[in-house]
C-alpha cells in the first residue's frame, strides 16, 4: 500500500507545477505518508530514510506558496510543522538548527490570532521538543530543562483550547514524560515524580476511553517505565522492577498484535533491557540474562526481517554486544547453583552464535562495515565464555 500511494503521490507531483491547490494536497499526502513510514513516537514501519524523503518532497511542494504573496496562515504553519519533523532526522548538509530556524522563522512571522490557534500551537510544541531533545543528546541539561518547560507550556495550551482532544491529552503528557527524565539528569528525581504521575493520569485516562488503541498503551507503559527509572534513582530497585513489569506487558501485548510495529517492537527491546539491568543490580544473574535474551530476541527478528537496513543492524548489533558482556560479567561474578550457571551459560552460547550466524546473512553490500567493533567485542565475549569452567 506504501508503494502504491508513493507511485500515486509521485505522478500526481509531475504534473502539479501550475495548480497551488493540488501541491497543497500533496504536500499533506506526503506528510501523511512519511508518518507511516519512520515518525518518532508513533507507530511506523522504522524506514526513516523513505519518510524522509517524502517529507522533503513535502517541503519542496509546499515551500514555494508558504513563502509566496499569496501565503495563508494554515500554509505557513503547515510548512513549519514539515521543518520541525525534517530536523528530528540527520540530513547531510543540514543540521537540524537550520530546520528548527525555518519553522520558528515562519511561527514568529504569523498574526497573534494564529499563532494561539491550536494548529500553531501543536508546531511550536515539536519545535521546543526537537529543540529540546538536541540539548539533551549535547548533555546540556539546564537547557533543556528550559526547552522542556516552553514544550510543557504550549502542549498545556493546546489541552485547555481541546480538553477532550486525546491528541492534546497525549502531546502533554508526552512533555511531562521529557521534563521528567531531564529533572531526573539534574539530580531532581522528586520532582521528576510529580511530572510522571501526571502524564500517567493523562495516559490512563486516554486508555480507559480507548482500550483498544496501541498507542494509548504504549503511552501508558512509558509513563509506568519513567516512573520504574525515577525509583532506580532513589534505589527503590524492587519498585522499579515492579513497574518495568507492567510496562513490559503493555508493549509486549501491542506487538503481539501488530508485529510490523517497529516503534513497539524497540520499545519492548528497551523495556526488557531495563529489566536486565535491575535484576543485574539485584544480583538476580538468570534473571537478568533471561531479560536481556529476550530483548535480543526482539531485535534480531527486526534485523533478520531487514538485513539491509543500517540503522536495525545497528541497533541489534550495540544490543547484543551489551547483553552478552553484562552476562558474562555475571557467569563469571555472580552467585549461582550448578545448574543455573550451566543453563544461563548455554543461553549465553546462544545469543553469540545467533549474533554470528545472523552477521554472516547480511548482504555484501553491507556487511563490510556494519558493526565491526561489536564483532570482535562479541569475539572477546566468546572466548571468555570459553574459559568459565563447566558447570
Not at 500554509?75 to 514539515?82: N, T, V
Not at 511561527?107 to 508546531?123: G, I, K, Q
Not at 504504549?218 to 530497585?237: C, H, P, R, V, Y
Request: positive net charge; aromatic residues 6%.
Amino acid at each position: 500500500m506504501l508503494r502504491r500511494a508513493t507511485d500515486y503521490l509521485d505522478t500526481l507531483s509531475a504534473d502539479a507545477a501550475a495548480d497551488v491547490d493540488l501541491r497543497r494536497e500533496l504536500a499533506r499526502g506526503y506528510r501523511r505518508l512519511a508518518q507511516v513510514q519512520g515518525f518518532q513516537g508513533l507507530a511506523n514501519l522504522g524506514d526513516t530514510d523513505a519518510a524522509r524523503r517524502s517529507l522533503e518532497r513535502a517541503a519542496s511542494l509546499l515551500q514555494p506558496i508558504a513563502e509566496g504573496g499569496g501565503a495563508t496562515a494554515r500554509d505557513r504553519i503547515e510548512l513549519a510543522d514539515i521543518w520541525v519533523q525534517l530536523g528530528k532526522f540527520d540530513r547531510r548538509g543540514h543540521s537540524p538548527t537550520e530546520q528548527y530556524d525555518r519553522a520558528r522563522a515562519l511561527l514568529d512571522a504569523l498574526p497573534a490570532a494564529n499563532r494561539s490557534t491550536a494548529d500553531a500551537l501543536r508546531v511550536e510544541q515539536g519545535l521546543w521538543y526537537g529543540i529540546a531533545n538536541d540539548h539533551a543528546r549535547a548533555k546540556n541539561y539546564a537547557a533543556a530543562r528550559d526547552a522542556y518547560v516552553n514544550e510543557v507550556r504550549a502542549a498545556d495550551a493546546v489541552f485547555h483550547l481541546s480538553p477532550d482532544d486525546m491528541d492534546a491529552s497525549r502531546n502533554l503528557s508526552i512533555g511531562y514524560k521529557q521534563l521528567g527524565a531531564v529533572l531526573e539528569l539534574l539530580g531532581r528525581p522528586d520532582e521528576a515524580i510529580d511530572r510522571y504521575q501526571r502524564a500517567m493520569a493523562l495516559d490512563r485516562a486516554r486508555t480507559e476511553r480507548e482500550p483498544a488503541r496501541a498507542t494509548w498503551r504504549l503511552d501508558l507503559s512509558f509513563a509506568i517505565g519513567s516512573m520504574g527509572g525515577a525509583l532506580m534513582a532513589k534505589d527503590d530497585l524492587a519498585g522499579a522492577l515492579e513497574q518495568y513489569r507492567q510496562a513490559v506487558d503493555l508493549r509486549r501485548a501491542v506487538v503481539a498484535e501488530d508485529p510490523n510495529d517497529d516503534f513497539a517492537q524497540t520499545s519492548l527491546a528497551r523495556g526488557y533491557a531495563r529489566l536486565a539491568v535491575i535484576a543485574g543490580r539485584m544480583k538476580d544473574a538468570p534473571a537478568a540474562i533471561d531479560w536481556d535474551a529476550k530483548r535480543l530476541e526482539v531485535l534480531r527478528g527486526r534485523a533478520a526481517a531487514h538485513l539491509d537496513r543500517d540503522r536495525a543492524w545497528a541497533d541489534y548489533a550495540a544490543a547484543a554486544a551489551e547483553a552478552i558482556g553484562r552476562s558474562v560479567d555475571l557467569l563469571e561474578k555472580g552467585r549461582m547453583t550448578r545448574g543455573a550457571r550451566r543453563a544461563a551459560a548455554s543461553r549465553v552460547r546462544a545469543m553469540v552464535e545467533q549474533f554470528q550466524a545472523l552477521d554472516a546473512r547480511r548482504p555484501p553490500s553491507h556487511a563490510a562495515g556494519g558493526a565491526a567493533p561489536e564483532r570482535e567485542q562479541i569475539r572477546r565475549l566468546q572466548a571468555r565464555l570459553a574459559r568459565l569452567p563447566p558447570g
